[in-house]
């Protein structure tokens, strides 16, 4: 079993700070929530440019998932694929 730590950011700060904080724990995955603003109240991340963006400035490399909490995913999976 593992746990995956997750990353509710909506700018790259946020994930670079938390992406650090990530660096001395075992964990081999990452899962980002991305919100649209409509299907939650809460928007995060929007383009999945800015967090590839946002990786870069990481350490460690870990495996993704995205959890898209968007009201059209199949307007956004393909971009996020």
Known sequence: ????????????????????ML????ATWVHFDVS?????PVKTWDAPERLVES??????????EVHLMVERPEEYVGRWV
């Open 55 to 64: 990786l870069k400035l990481k350490v460690k490399s870990f495996q993704i």
């Open 1 to 20: 079993m593992e746990v995956i730590p997750a990353i509710n950011c909506g700018d790259a700060e946020c994930v670079k700070k938390h992406l650090e």
């Open 36 to 40: 649209d603003g409509k299907f939650t």
């Open 23 to 26: 660096q001395d724990i075992p």
